[in-house]
């Protein structure tokens, strides 16, 4: 069966970065504010001002951002519970999504949604969504509309190793493969699902990316802790998508370095060891590309602490703008939502 599946060889991290110096510095400040953020989202749950959990993504910032890059502004998305990665990647201000955290009225749902509501219709962000699988559908609808409307368009599908087992996976592939539409099915695989390994809830044990055999489209596994990497791959693919050859399955290879939710503090005396988080750590998207920079000439050391205060700041700021901003008043609790 692996046969079918494309291997996209893991770079090396003395390879030398081909891209252009300003493109490699873009997609390095993405990931570094993914990774602010989701601290932030961790000190604000910890400190009460936020009702509710939310989901880290913490660790897996090269998939969201590889694949986002690959992406134009009018192409769409559709993203989970672990969602900010992917809204940020695809262009969600920081200060918005903050509020939404904290219920106030300057948020992307005035408030009233919090973390797996966000979406923003004029990026393409068709929505996080506390329905696992629950973007399947949706996508393939997405991707239904730009064909009809002959725009070259494409929508990508994110969706964990978790999701892969849902029967919606089953119903959208089919329908997005013999209508031949412009999907991309993006498989974060970061080897849980909640708290149980996907080994012990999926059939196939080594590549997930080999459902896509039944479904009749290719299938690439690539490193997701490789930002450039997981662009390069995307890019090849978008570009098949927006030619009319129909959907493709990505499984990006990454790891999420927290719990769960905000909630689950210690995974690691449960159900996952150390050694493997400490593993994955070795590998981390940020670090890596950052010395290939430094290597290749791109930046200095110095420059890449330059990038990191100032997107520290500008996570610290849009903090302080959700604490400060209002909740939205009392009037208006039955507007916007369905009753
Ligand atoms: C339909 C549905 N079933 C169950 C849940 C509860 N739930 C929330 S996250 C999650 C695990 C999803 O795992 P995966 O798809 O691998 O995503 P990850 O959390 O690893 O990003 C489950 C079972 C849900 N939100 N929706
Ligand atoms: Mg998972």
């Known amino acids: ?72 502004d009018d192409d769409y998305i559709t993203s989970t519970h672990r969602g900010h990665g992917h809204l940020i990647a695809k262009g969600g201000q920081v200060d918005r999504m903050m509020a939404e955290m904290m219920g106030k009225e300057a948020g992307y749902n005035r408030g009233k949604g919090g973390t797996m509501h966000i979406a923003d219709m004029s990026l393409g962000i068709l929505g996080a969504n506390g329905i696992v699988g629950g973007g399947m559908g949706m ?59 996907h080994r012990d809830v999926t059939a196939i044990k080594e590549h997930i990316a080999e459902r896509a055999a ?38 990006t290879k990454t790891y999420r370095y927290r719990g769960h939710h905000v909630g689950d503090g210690n995974p690691e005396k449960t159900y996952r060891t150390q050694e493997e988080t400490d593993l994955w750590k070795t590998r981390d998207p940020i670090t890596r590309l950052a010395r290939r920079m430094v290597k290749g000439g791109m930046a200095t050391e110095e420059e890449v602490s330059e990038i990191d205060q100032s997107i520290q700041s500008a996570v610290e700021h849009a903090v302080e703008f959700a604490k400060q901003a209002p909740f939205p008043e009392k009037g208006e609790v039955t507007e916007h939502v369905y009753v």
């Open 1 to 72: 069966m692996s046969d079918d599946i494309e291997i996209v060889q893991p770079s090396s991290d003395d390879s030398e970065l081909t891209h252009p110096r300003e493109f490699c510095a873009e997609m390095y400040r993405k990931m570094v504010t993914i990774r602010r953020f989701e601290e932030a989202v961790l000190e604000i749950y910890q400190q009460g001002l936020m009702p509710g959990l939310a989901h880290p993504y913490i660790g897996q910032e090269a998939s969201a951002v590889g694949v986002c890059t690959a992406l134009r």
């Open 214 to 251: 039944g479904y009749n489209m290719p299938a690439i596994v690539v490193d997701g802790m490789d930002v450039v990497a997981v662009y390069e791959t995307t890019s090849r693919m978008v570009e098949n998508a927006r030619a009319g050859n129909g959907p493709c399955f990505i499984e």
């Open 139 to 197: 996508a393939t609808g997405a991707g239904l509309s730009a064909q009809m409307r002959e725009t070259d368009q494409v929508a990508v599908c994110f969706f964990g190793d978790g999701a892969a087992n849902q029967g919606s996976f089953l119903e959208a592939a089919n329908m997005a493969s013999i209508w031949s539409l412009p999907v991309i099915f993006l498989c974060e695989n970061n080897l849980y699902g909640e708290y149980t390994s």
